[in-house]
């Protein structure tokens, strides 16, 4: 099947399968690898980019399923709290950070930054095997204003 997607502010039409996700259309035929894959199902977070607006796992919604949608990924990210995670070493290995950031910056919009326990809730979805969690928490706080 033909789906035509607005990826970072570029037309871009894919042919897919329909059984194809999201992620794998992102990472496989349009060759945005920055979205990482590491569960698969729903559980890690790795995978987040913005649908409309929206953050989601791409892992977990079929290509087909967002004609005409407009999709952010890491590669079209310009926000303050990229740099906030540079200044507060909020990562390690990295793999998960792509998704950290969609996830971070979503939730900054959301709102949900008014308490570290809040910041945690919100950011729940997105794991990190490196355990950089209090900075991340720390790069959050200081772009909602709160450090
Ligand atoms: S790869 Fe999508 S949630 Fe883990
Ligand atoms: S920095 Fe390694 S998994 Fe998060």
Known sequence: MRVRLRVNGAERQVDVEPRVTLLDALREVIGLTGTKKGCDRGECGA??????GRRI????T???MHE???ITTIEGLDHPVQRAFLEHDAFQCGFCT???LMSAA???AEGHTGSDAEIREWMSGNTCRCAAYPH???AVREVAGRA
Request: proline residues 4%; glycine residues 8%.
């Open 98 to 100: 792509p998704g950290q």
């Open 57 to 60: 796992d791409a892992c977990m």
């Open 106 to 108: 979503a939730c900054l």
């Open 136 to 138: 991340i928490v720390a």
């Open 62 to 64: 079929l290509a087909v």
């Open 68 to 70: 005409g949608d407009e």
């Open 47 to 52: 995978c987040t980019v913005h649908v409309n």
